[in-house]
């Protein structure tokens, strides 16, 4: 969605939670939605919520993940593209936004998550 950040469709999203459960990968989810969007719908397997108009200023909440790989996703893929910039320009190195977000997780998914 947004020009030059590095995207994961919802397929192989769901492929790589599915890996993780079972040991074989690891990577970080963070959720840049509001509380009350999550409360709707939630990605299970989502590490952390840190809405993107607060990412900037509680970047440091993230600190033990800069090695790691972060997938990031919110409604539909606009605020996750916004803090895949942010997260790049605070010097992390390795994170996709979820194409599509919450809205393409319930219709290629889970078609049981609550759109919104």
């Known amino acids: 969605m947004s020009a030059g ?12 939670l599915d890996a993780r459960v079972q ?8 959720d840049v939605r509001n509380p009350n ?4 719908a939630l990605v299970p397997g989502t590490d952390k ?3 993107v108009g607060e990412l900037a200023a509680r ?10 790989e972060i997938l ?11 803090a895949c910039g942010i997260l790049g ?7 996709k936004n979820v194409a599509g977000g919450v809205l393409a997780y ?3 998914v889970d078609p049981t998550m609550q759109k919104y």
Do not use: H, N, T
């Not at 950040?5 to 790589?16: H, L």
């Not at 320009?89 to 994170?95: C, E, L, P, R, V």
């Open 5 to 16: 950040v590095p995207e994961i469709d919802v397929k192989s999203f769901k492929a790589r």
């Open 23 to 30: 040991g074989k990968d690891d990577f970080f989810v963070l």
């Open 37 to 40: 969007e999550q409360q709707i």
């Open 49 to 51: 919520l840190i809405p």
């Open 59 to 68: 970047i440091d909440e993230l600190k033990d993940q800069k090695e790691r």
């Open 72 to 82: 990031v996703y919110c409604r539909s893929g606009g605020r996750s593209g916004m």
């Open 89 to 95: 320009q605070a010097g992390f190195k390795s994170f």
């Open 106 to 108: 319930s219709d290629l």
